[in-house]
């Protein structure tokens, strides 16, 4: 039994590094009315799932965490239209691989606008989320939507990667 615990213990997540411009690609292709946010998001970090155990089904719905983001809503040219309130989050996990964010931190992020709600997705790789302290993600979602070429991240074999679930959840 010791074994079998040990070998599980030892997988590792391997993700897709997708970046702001892959990720900007998927949602302009996409059906889904998204939006594309760079502002501080701040929220209970203890609503954050975490994996246990002792109770695994516990992760296998998302859990949906209510946050507040102040800052600037990607308009037709740039980022430009200030934005002040309620987002909801929407944390999975993956097996024992939960998505996780820190309060309070500048982040560049896509999320589902569906009936007046604003649903963003926390996947265990990351996926919808990218630091923004530096500017250097805003600068290539600007680029994608000037339509600029859109540097990519992913690798040219994605044999084994996990990709980001689809946001329509």
Request: charged share 20%.
């Amino acid at each position: 039994m010791t074994g079998v615990a040990c070998a599980a213990q030892a997988q590792a997540l391997s993700c897709l590094p997708m970046g702001p411009g892959d990720v900007y690609g998927i949602i302009a292709n996409s059906e889904d009315p998204f939006v594309i946010i760079e502002g501080q998001v701040t929220f209970d970090e203890g609503l954050l799932p975490h994996y246990s155990e002792a109770a695994p089904e516990a992760t296998e719905v998302p859990t949906e965490i209510p946050a507040q983001v102040t800052g600037l809503l990607l308009g037709e040219r740039m980022f430009d239209h200030p934005v002040e309130g309620e987002i909801t989050l929407v944390a999975h996990c993956l097996g024992p691989w939960c998505g996780t964010l820190q309060s309070g931190n500048r982040y560049l992020f896509f999320a589902r606008n569906q009936e007046g709600r604003v649903r963003a997705i926390l996947e265990p790789c990351g996926g919808f989320f990218f630091d923004a302290e530096d500017g250097s993600a805003g600068d290539i979602v600007l680029q994608c939507h000037r339509g600029r070429s859109c540097p990519s991240e992913l690798p040219d074999d994605m044999d084994g990667a996990i990709a980001p679930r689809p946001a329509s959840e």
